[in-house]
């Protein structure tokens, strides 16, 4: 009999989460790369696909200004069928399509990283008048890691040994709330600059979203507790009041630096059924989760 995993999301066999070593980011998406599922520009980024034709950042794109979805693997849209099926292809598609959304993500960074991206590859963008900035969880769940790991700008994804002991969940949220604060000042100042309008949005966890899985849900997050760590490691800062406390220290946050801020937690809870099926395991998506997280995008921030 085959797994949950294997029967309800084949697609996931082609997330194969093999980056590739990069100066300066530490790694990213390998360029020009084809699977079933996913597809990448020259130099990494996912192709999105909007009401007037394919779109990415080193890659083809209609002519004219763009907008971006900023993030980490959630916005990159693994658990998707498709290129088709990640935010930005939606948001371009269907719920935001007046101009062309970019799909500016990059799998397991942190918020030094997702800025660094910008600084990298500002070159290769035409006029942008939005930028979406749909992160935070991996700041909070590195914010585990000890204070030698952490170093000047937050600790990053292997870099180092599993500690022998763990903030507690307040210390957490501090530390990650600070270093995603200060780092999106650094997106503001870079928006400004390219003359956009930019937000900040806390991405859903799937614990954050709503107490109860979906019995999809259920059966996949139970298969992958016998094969991952993920529970064992993250367990304290998965329930929905650690979700809303940071929620609440970021949105703070992000009013000192004059940045919207919205929570998709609670309103991708609002915006859809108890039963429906929206994640593939507690941080990505399935197709019809990431229409959900487009759709509540599009009308929690006025997109168009």
């Given at each position: 009999m085959p797994s949950p995993r294997a029967e309800l999301t084949p697609q996931m066999a082609h997330y194969t989460f093999v980056l590739e070593d990069?100066?300066?980011?530490?790694?990213?998406?390998?360029?020009d790369e084809r699977t079933p599922v996913c597809t990448t520009d020259p130099c990494g980024f996912r192709i999105s696909h909007c009401a007037a034709g394919p779109a990415s950042v080193a890659g083809p794109r209609p002519p004219g200004p763009v907008r971006l979805l900023a993030g980490s693997s959630a916005v990159f849209g693994v658990g998707a069928t498709g290129d088709h099926a990640?935010?930005?292809?939606?948001?371009?598609?269907?719920?935001?399509?007046?101009?062309?959304?970019?799909?500016?993500?990059?799998?397991?960074?942190?918020?030094?990283?997702?800025?660094?991206?910008?600084?990298l590859f500002q070159h290769l963008l035409p006029e942008v008048t939005e930028?979406?900035?749909?992160s935070g969880v991996n700041n909070l769940v590195l914010s585990r890691l000890p204070e030698a790991q952490q170093g000047r700008?937050?600790?990053?994804?292997?870099c180092g040994p599993a500690p022998a002991s763990v903030p507690t969940p307040a210390e957490r949220i501090a530390r990650a709330t600070e270093l995603t604060v200060r780092h999106l000042?650094?997106?503001?100042?870079?928006?400004?600059?390219?003359?956009?309008r930019i937000a900040f949005v806390l991405q859903p966890l799937a614990p954050w979203v709503r107490e109860d899985p979906s019995p999809q849900e259920k059966a996949l997050f139970d298969e992958l507790d016998e094969v991952s760590n993920w529970r064992r490691l993250h367990n304290d800062i998965a329930s929905m009041?650690?979700?809303?406390?940071?929620a609440a220290a970021l949105r703070e946050g992000c009013a000192a630096v004059g940045v919207p801020f919205l929570d998709l937690n609670p309103a991708l809870?609002?915006?859809?059924?108890?039963?429906d099926w929206l994640f593939v395991d507690r941080v990505h998506c399935v197709d019809a989760g990431y229409d959900a997280v487009a759709r509540v995008l599009a009308e929690r921030l006025a997109l168009s």
């Open positions: 990069q100066p300066y980011i530490g790694f990213f998406q390998y360029g990640t935010v930005p292809s939606r948001l371009g598609s269907h719920w935001a399509p007046d101009l062309p959304w970019l799909n500016f993500a990059g799998q397991s960074l942190n918020s030094v990283q997702e800025l660094m991206l910008l600084t930028i979406v900035l749909c700008h937050g600790a990053f994804f292997e000042a650094g997106w503001q100042r870079m928006a400004k600059g390219l003359g956009a009041e650690v979700g809303r406390a940071y809870a609002e915006a859809t059924a108890p039963g």
